[in-house]
């Protein structure tokens, strides 16, 4: 089964983006990485808090009546006990398979915080920094969160504003959840192609040093 990052993006897309990154980069010495992961993190604690809400309720309403009805009381703690294990089992397994549900109990804030974590390791661990001119960008897509974060290395924010950015993560942003995601990403790499080219032209050895697009699980 395809997890969320594959299914983010079909063939024929990823083809798209990478035809855009690696026609951003013969206008700019700069290297641009496009990386789209099913999730920052796993968030255990959400799937705990979430199996909880659905399964103490119904235990208590499922305990009160069917006690009754099988006669061994309506507060019988050892009944209530097994019927939430079940249920909290259930519920458990519903929420972690149910991205939709599993983010209403995840605050707005833990989200922003893994995002922004996976996405500084992400730009050491694909060797963004190590680029000659210091001019590497990263366009961190995390899928589960509908999260985007673009970090960019040190020779660039000396030279791009970092308002530049953040007007790009919104216009990414919005386009994905208008439902251009292949379109949006694309635009975007332009964009990025356009900013680094105005700062960091294309020299004649220039060399692709990373890789375009990176699709991965998380």
């Known amino acids: 089964m395809k997890n969320l990052a594959e299914r983010f993006l079909s063939a024929a897309d990823r083809k798209q983006i990478e035809a855009a990154v690696a026609g951003a ?3 700019t010495a700069g290297e641009i990485v496009c990386m789209i992961v099913s999730r920052s993190y796993h968030y255990p604690v959400a799937s705990v808090l979430g199996a909880t809400v659905l399964a103490l309720p119904l235990a208590l309403l499922v305990t009160h009546f069917l006690g009754a009805w099988l006669w061994i009381g309506t507060d ?22 149910c991205p939709s549900l599993k983010r209403r109990f995840i605050s707005q804030q833990e989200i922003n915080e893994e995002v922004e974590e996976a996405a500084i390791t992400t730009f050491f661990r694909q060797g963004l920094y190590r680029t000659r001119d210091a001019n590497g960008v990263l366009l961190f897509i995390s899928v589960f969160e509908h999260k985007v974060w673009l970090l960019a290395d040190k020779g660039i924010h000396e030279k791009i504003p970092q308002t530049e950015w953040e007007h790009l ?12 995601r292949a379109e949006a990403v694309c635009n975007a790499i332009r964009e990025i192609g356009d900013l680094l080219q105005a700062h960091f032209p294309i020299k004649p050895d220039d060399t692709d040093e990373l890789q375009n697009l990176i699709v991965g699980e998380g």
């Open 76 to 97: 019988n703690m050892w009944f209530f006990l097994g019927l939430f294990a079940i249920l909290f089992a259930i519920g458990h397994w519903t929420v972690e398979h």
């Open 25 to 27: 980069e013969t206008q």
């Open 169 to 180: 993560v919104a216009r990414v942003t919005q386009g994905i959840g208008q439902g251009q």
